[in-house]
């Protein structure tokens, strides 16, 4: 299947961490984690968890930053080619790319709960990019770039509920946001101190060095 349907906790517990993909709900008493954070497994199979090998730890920590991020494993691995060609520190390179996905970037902007909903948001083309309509949650946003809600969509009942909480977010230093007109602009590329995902790039890195 290209797109998991499945329980998104079932992930986390995967994970053996939170990977923050229901939004506001994971922070709140209600999140799967807090109460079953073992490993998923019929009759409690998934509360003992087995010695990792080396390449397990690897492999787990590249399917954590891709279910975080919601990438496919083919985008994935094409991320880190793309990363590992440019200048700079290959792991950093990746996250800094993952960053600038426009999903993403609609997150930290704090006009989508969460990643999933906002790859909902632009793929209904509710999203404009310096003015114009982008219905492509990969499309990697530059330096300089205006991001906003459609003037169209902010009458939709979605967007007004975004709309309500949006103010008491706060925003990455490398976007600036207006929380009164839905919209917001990249500054510039964020750091990796920046970039406050629970992510060890550099096992990702061995893995594909193998």
């Not at 920590?61 to 083919?74: D, F």
């Not at 793929?123 to 300089?144: E, M, T, Y």
């Amino acid at each position: 299947m290209a797109k998991y349907t499945g329980p998104v906790c079932r992930l986390c517990r995967r994970e053996g961490a939170k990977l923050y993909l229901k939004g506001d709900r994971c922070y709140s008493d209600k999140c799967s984690f807090t109460e079953r954070g073992f490993a998923p497994g019929q009759h409690g199979a998934g509360q003992t968890r087995k010695k990792v090998s080396e390449y397990g730890i690897q492999l787990r920590e590249k399917q954590k930053t891709r279910r975080i991020y919601g990438v496919l494993e083919r985008q994935f691995h094409n991320y880190f080619v793309k990363a590992d060609r440019q200048k700079g520190i290959t792991g950093e390179n990746l996250l800094v790319m993952l960053e600038r996905r426009l999903d993403n970037v609609v997150f930290r902007m704090g006009l989508a709960e969460s990643r999933n909903q906002a790859r909902q948001l632009v793929r209904h083309g509710l999203i404009r990019v310096n003015g114009r309509r982008v219905n492509i949650p990969s499309f990697l946003v530059k330096a300089g770039d205006a991001v906003g809600v459609r003037e169209e969509s902010k009458q939709s009942p979605i967007i007004k509920k975004i709309a309500e909480s949006l103010g008491s977010k706060q925003a990455p230093a490398w976007l600036e946001v207006n929380a009164e007109d839905m919209s917001g602009k990249v500054m510039r590329y964020p750091t990796r101190e920046e970039i406050d995902i629970p992510i060890q790039e550099h096992l990702i890195v061995e893995l594909y060095s193998r």
